[in-house]
């Protein structure tokens, strides 16, 4: 089975940025996708790329935040920047795998003053 390991989460001052790398344990092919959940709050897409690259993004991140692939390194990176409090989660990786759900444990994100 498909694990997903995230890294590159930490703590940032608003206006900073930051890059989030996922790497599964063998190559997927499918979507791949951000997700992030906030304390009290449901989990949300944040981005999400295609193995061809074509990605998406949620309203809130439009401009900043940008997903990109590497499919021979089984990687997925999301680059974040003018980081608000409000993108303060615990950011996770998700990948679509036949008719599985696959979810890494998430990397923690804090912005703050």
């Known amino acids: 089975q498909v694990q997903l390991v995230e890294s590159g989460g930490g703590s940032v001052q608003p206006g900073g940025s930051l890059r989030l790398s996922c790497e599964a344990s063998t190559t997927v092919f499918g979507v791949m996708s951000w997700y992030r959940q906030a304390p009290g709050k449901q989990r949300e897409l944040v981005a999400d790329i295609t193995t061809g690259g074509t990605t998406g993004y949620a309203d809130s991140v439009k401009g900043r935040f940008a997903i990109s692939r590497h499919n021979t390194k089984n990687m997925i990176y999301l680059h974040m920047s003018d980081l608000e409090p409000e993108d303060s989660a615990v950011y996770y990786c998700?990948?679509?795998?036949?008719?599985?759900?696959?979810w890494g444990r998430g990397t923690q994100v804090a912005v703050s003053s």
């Open positions: 998700h990948a679509k795998v036949g008719v599985m759900s696959v």
